[in-house]
């Protein structure tokens, strides 16, 4: 049993108490992205999970700036998603995946998006969820990010990646195994 509780990702109580504190800050300033919803419900439900907090942590560490976005009418969830202005700055420079990584042989990015994603215990976002973010303000007016991309486009070498440009947002498509340092990628959490 200790083992699998040493596995276990968790903040310190003193990093729970700073990023609920950067958490309810962010939230209260922006509430235009959860209409009807209540911080002290949004709390509640990060209290009750640590390991979704510790997601969060590792967003707001690599520079995501995650404010609730949607709640769930049927299951209670809250949509998580990373609100910085810009790609976040520590999920730069990754190709879109393991596959893609291992394929190339020579200047290779440290990690993939999906493989950074899934250590950090969210997911990529979706076409839809990117274009539902850009409704709430303008993001990725500089940078750009890759989005899960549909297995018949993936299996072909491709992926898909985003950004806003001239009040738009665009859908792009490039080879998975391209990497740059302005396109990374932004992540959802159900918590």
């Known amino acids: 049993?200790?083992?699998?509780?040493?596995?276990?990702?968790?903040?310190?109580?003193?990093?729970?108490?700073?990023?609920?504190?950067?958490?309810?800050?962010?939230?209260?300033?922006?509430?235009?992205r959860h209409k009807g919803l209540e911080w002290a419900e949004v709390r509640a439900k990060l209290e009750a999970n640590g390991e979704k907090l510790w997601s969060l942590h590792e967003m707001e560490r690599t520079g995501g700036e995650p404010?609730?976005?949607?709640?769930?009418?049927?299951?209670?969830?809250?949509?998580?998603?990373?609100?910085s202005a810009e790609t976040p700055k520590g999920r730069t420079s990754v190709c879109y995946d393991r596959e893609?990584?291992?394929?190339?042989?020579?200047?290779?990015?440290?990690?993939?998006?999906?493989d950074m994603a899934a250590a950090m215990g969210?997911?990529?976002l979706t076409e839809e969820q990117y274009r539902e973010l850009q409704k709430l303000g303008e993001f990725d007016t500089k940078?750009?990010?890759?989005?899960?991309?549909?297995?018949?486009?993936?299996?072909?070498?491709?992926?898909?990646?985003?950004?806003?440009?001239?009040?738009?947002?665009?859908?792009?498509?490039?080879?998975?195994?391209s990497y740059y340092g302005v396109r990374g990628f932004r992540g959802s959490l159900r918590v």
């Not at 404010?67 to 049927?74: A, E, P, S």
Request: include cysteine; hydrophobic fraction near 30%; proline fraction near 2%.
């Open 1 to 32: 049993m200790n083992s699998i509780k040493s596995n276990k990702k968790s903040l310190s109580s003193e990093q729970r108490e700073k990023l609920l504190g950067v958490l309810k800050t962010r939230f209260e300033k922006n509430m235009n």
């Open 67 to 83: 404010d609730v976005v949607d709640q769930n009418k049927k299951t209670g969830e809250c949509v998580f998603c990373d609100c």
């Open 100 to 114: 893609a990584l291992d394929s190339r042989k020579e200047h290779k990015p440290k990690t993939s998006a999906m």
């Open 122 to 124: 969210m997911e990529l």
């Open 143 to 177: 940078t750009a990010g890759w989005v899960k991309t549909p297995a018949d486009i993936r299996t072909l070498g491709g992926a898909l990646f985003c950004d806003r440009r001239f009040g738009h947002v665009f859908l792009y498509h490039n080879g998975a195994q």
